[in-house]
Nanobody, 115 residues
Framework: QVQLVESGGGLVQPGGSLRLSCTAT????????MGWYRQAPGKERELVAA????????YAHSSVRGRFTISRDNTKKSVALQMNSLKPEDTAVYYC????????WGQGTQVTVSS
């Protein structure tokens, strides 16, 4: 059974930084492309960034390029999202999952960017 556990969210001022972490168990982590997704209130969930099994970033949403960096540690079955220069429009619940996503989702972690 796939389990995804996200952490690291919080309240931050515009221009600030956060680092999100996710651990994934119950599947062969090291061979899967992983992604970070987000869902803002009233909007569809969207893919923010994706990283392949070898650690190369294969996708970054146009709105986060140059600000967000995705990384992974296959030994720890974890994937991280470093978010810099945060903007109010980055406010959302952030999730990790495979890319394309597995049917089950974790609880997500709330990121709120506000002064």
């Amino acid at each position: 059974q796939v389990q995804l556990v996200e952490s690291g969210g919080g309240l931050v001022q515009p221009g600030g930084s956060l680092r999100l972490s996710c651990t994934a168990t119950g599947m062969p982590f090291s061979i899967n492309t992983m992604g970070w997704y987000r869902q803002a209130p009233g909007k569809e969930r969207e893919l923010v960034a994706a990283i392949n099994a070898r650690g190369a970033t294969i996708y970054a949403h146009s709105s986060v390029r140059g600000r967000f960096t995705i990384s992974r540690d296959n030994t720890k079955k974890s994937v991280a999202l470093q978010m810099n220069s945060l903007k109010p429009e980055d406010t959302a619940v952030y999730y990790c999952n495979l890319s394309p996503p597995y049917s089950a989702w974790g609880q997500g972690t709330q990121v709120t960017v506000s002064s």
